[in-house]
């Protein structure tokens, strides 16, 4: 078996024999590819991750002779929570990959939604990353990665970024994952990645902001996207805070003692 694939261990009836599936961690040709895979692909396996406050599965699919390894997250699996609307976690995990992608950011491995064994949730490709890596030293490493990631959790309002939630992968590409605390109107940052505060934001990056909201035909499509995903209010709370970068032209310093932007909002 090549580094290509991997396979996984499928528990059956008969605790004693489980099963196991050959799975392929071969790259699509593209990011359009890989979301109609995730999407039409049979889901074959469903297994329980054992960490986090909301039910995630490890799940293998199958089209053809393609079996691949992804994450699914259903909606029924969210652990209520005070502050955000109840059963809205998955459509912000979409919304993370929609920006993403409309930005041409590719740190969040691609994702859709659609029905699962335990209904509606996102299903998101498998990164097989490297366990051994020390996200302390992700700057000297992936610096431009890294740069993007942190400034998405800001204007994305991530409440969540904990620092298994950046991996990098055996080819050395870094991933971020888990976006869905994400999109609240209200202030929630709560991040890691102390690494940019108060620096400036270099010029490609303050470009594909400025692309974002200043194209019309590229902000109406988003906007579309994120209007059957968000409420009203966040989508204009999100875009206020990529104006407000615009504005400034730098990261904001972060408030030590509450690890939230000091004077931003």
Excluded at 11 to 20: C, G, I, T, V
Excluded at 82 to 100: K, Q
Excluded at 223 to 235: K, M, P, V
Aim: charged share 25%; glycine share 8%.
């Amino acid at each position: 078996m090549s580094r290509s694939e991997r396979r996984i261990r499928r528990r059956s009836n008969d605790e004693q024999a489980p099963q196991e599936i050959e799975v392929t961690l071969e790259p699509f040709p593209s990011a359009a590819d890989a979301e109609q895979y995730l999407s039409e692909a049979e889901i074959i396996a469903c297994e329980p991750i054992s960490w986090g406050s909301n039910y995630t599965f490890a799940t293998a699919l199958r089209r053809g002779d393609e079996q691949r390894l992804a994450v699914y997250k259903p909606r029924r699996g969210e652990v209520p929570l005070w502050d955000f609307p109840e059963g809205t976690l998955y459509r912000r995990e979409y919304a993370a990959f929609v920006v993403t992608s409309a930005l041409g950011w590719s740190f969040i491995p691609t994702t859709v939604i659609r029905d699962g064994p335990y209904g509606v949730g996102t299903v998101q490709l498998y990164v097989d990353h490297d366990t051994r890596a020390n996200p302390g030293t992700f700057r000297q490493t992936n610096e431009g990665e890294l740069l993007r990631i942190a400034l998405f959790d800001i204007f994305a309002n991530n409440a969540d970024r904990k620092s298994n939630h950046t991996l990098r992968d055996s080819a050395g590409k870094l991933w971020g994952i888990d976006h869905g605390l994400t999109f609240n109107a209200v202030t929630k940052l709560r991040t890691v990645i102390w690494d940019f505060v108060g620096e400036k934001i270099p010029n490609d990056v303050m470009q594909d902001l400025s692309g974002l909201v200043g194209d019309a035909t590229r902000h109406a499509a988003l906007n579309a996207q994120l209007g059957e995903l968000l409420d009203r209010s966040e989508i204009a709370t999100f875009y206020a805070r990529v104006e407000r970068l615009l504005r400034t032209g730098r990261f904001p310093n972060l408030d030590p003692s509450k690890n939230v932007p000091r004077g931003f909002w």
